[in-house]
């Protein structure tokens, strides 16, 4: 074992926990931050951007409004330190690693993030921590980034330190299921890893749910929204089957909605973004390749996903058709472009895909969003929003994201509308009868 002891930290090697350590400050570090602290811990954030630092000391972050209240409480109190010193984790009882694992352009696993949050965690850790791993990853990361780097440095996990898997579950911008109402499994490598984690997750929720091992954990996650991606996919695919019958797809979603048992509500739209269902499923397919199994279902799904921008691009372009006009110098705004109403966040929203292929194809693009005033195209091309459009300046707009509580009136002065989220209200007497689309 490590020259230092259990004796180097006060409170170590107990079970007590007054202390938490967060590694990433982001749309799950910053929640579960708050949430620790609100619960009477004492919270050291820890992020390697300044500049996230400073806008969360600013209360320049999207947040719910109770988390928005929590953060100006804490920022005005003692027991929540923000920095961006690695180095601060070993002054904490717990450690909690909550950043992003996200996939890069050939949709395969980016473990950067998340091998350099643990690599760092290993250079600092103190006998007694307890560590929580809450990204979301392929099953085996916990043992393979905390559990097998720690054995080698000496540690017993379960004696000297104690290490479990809890991935989250925070839905940015819900309102309805919170972290503190939404249960979380956990999975640790011993019943002292297991007991000590509970007591620290309990802060967050009162409904933790135990599993076999850290494994059986971040495999629940990569089923949840394995689930999550191959719903979508269908719904998508039940919409452009209802157009092309002439049927509203909102109707038949709702319709079906009403049996109490056996069905399960998804509603289609314009494409997925954010944090989990475009990256969490390519976890599970990319490990399951280097085993040479399959999946054949939520590969399917996945590539029905990845297909949904053309599609909408097309059910534009096939739109302009029906009047006699191609894409070539038609102006089109894109409303909303983060990817669910109520967030800011653009991260993998297929509002830019979509943007690209009407761009390519002749389109003078434009977006409207009251929650952002710029995006990055996927060729690196900055375009700033329009902040009062004027329907009457544009040729056609597409309704990718609508943010509630804005005013969208200035659409219904848009010659044509064409609606890829199925719910916006002055669209469906703009649009011209729905064409057939492929599938």
Request: glycine residues 10%.
């Amino acid at each position: 074992m490590p020259a230092s002891t259990a004796h180097d930290r006060p409170g170590a090697g107990t079970e007590r926990i007054a202390s938490v350590a967060v590694i990433g400050m982001g749309y799950v570090g910053l929640p579960t931050a708050l949430g620790l602290h609100a619960g009477g811990l004492s919270v050291i954030g820890i992020d390697h951007s300044e500049a996230r630092l400073a806008a969360i000391r600013a209360s320049d972050v999207d947040l719910i409004e109770a988390d928005l209240r929590r953060l100006d409480k804490a920022l005005r109190e003692d027991g929540f330190t923000l920095t961006s010193d690695i180095g601060r984790l070993a002054e904490a009882d717990a450690v909690m690693v909550c950043v992003p694992t996200p996939i890069d352009n050939h949709l395969m696993p980016d473990l950067e993030p998340l091998r350099a949050a643990c690599t760092s965690l290993i250079e600092h850790v103190v006998p007694g921590q307890t560590l929580i791993l809450t990204s979301t990853s392929f099953v085996g990361t916990t043992r393979r980034l905390l559990v097998e780097p720690l054995t080698a440095q000496g540690f017993t996990v379960g004696r000297d330190v104690f290490v479990a898997s809890s991935p989250e579950r925070i839905d940015p911008g819900n309102v309805t299921h919170t972290q503190a109402e939404t249960p979380r499994v956990l999975g640790g490598v011993s019943e002292g890893c297991v007991s000590r984690a509970r007591r620290l997750l309990s802060v967050l929720t009162p409904a933790v749910h135990e599993v076999g091992s850290p494994e059986a954990a971040e495999m629940t996650k990569l089923y949840e929204n394995s689930f999550r991606a191959v719903n979508i996919a269908l719904a998508n695919e039940f919409a452009e089957i209802c157009t092309a019958l002439s049927l509203d797809p909102m109707e038949i979603t709702e319709a079906a909605a009403t049996k109490p048992y056996g069905f399960m509500r998804f509603d289609p739209g314009p494409g997925v973004g954010g944090h989990c269902i475009p990256c969490d499923p390519h976890y599970l397919l990319w490990q399951l390749r280097a085993t040479r199994d399959q999946a054949p279902l939520v590969t399917q799904a996945m590539a029905a996903i990845a297909q949904r921008p053309r599609q909408i691009a097309d059910r534009v372009l096939d739109t302009l058709s029906r009047s006699g006009r191609g894409l070539a110098g038609t102006r089109v705004i894109v409303v909303g472009v983060t990817y669910k109403p109520g967030v800011k966040d653009v991260r993998s929203s297929s509002a830019l895909d979509i943007i690209g292929l009407l761009t390519a194809g002749g389109a003078q693009v434009g977006f409207h969003d009251p929650l952002v005033d710029e995006v990055r195209l996927p060729d690196g091309t900055l375009l700033r929003g329009a902040v009062r459009p004027d329907g009457a300046d544009w040729d056609l707009a597409l309704i990718h994201t609508e943010h509630p509580g804005h005013d969208y009136g200035w659409v219904a002065d848009c010659p044509t509308v064409v609606d890829a989220t199925y719910r916006f209200g002055p669209a469906a007497a703009a649009e011209p009868q729905a064409p057939s689309l492929s599938l």
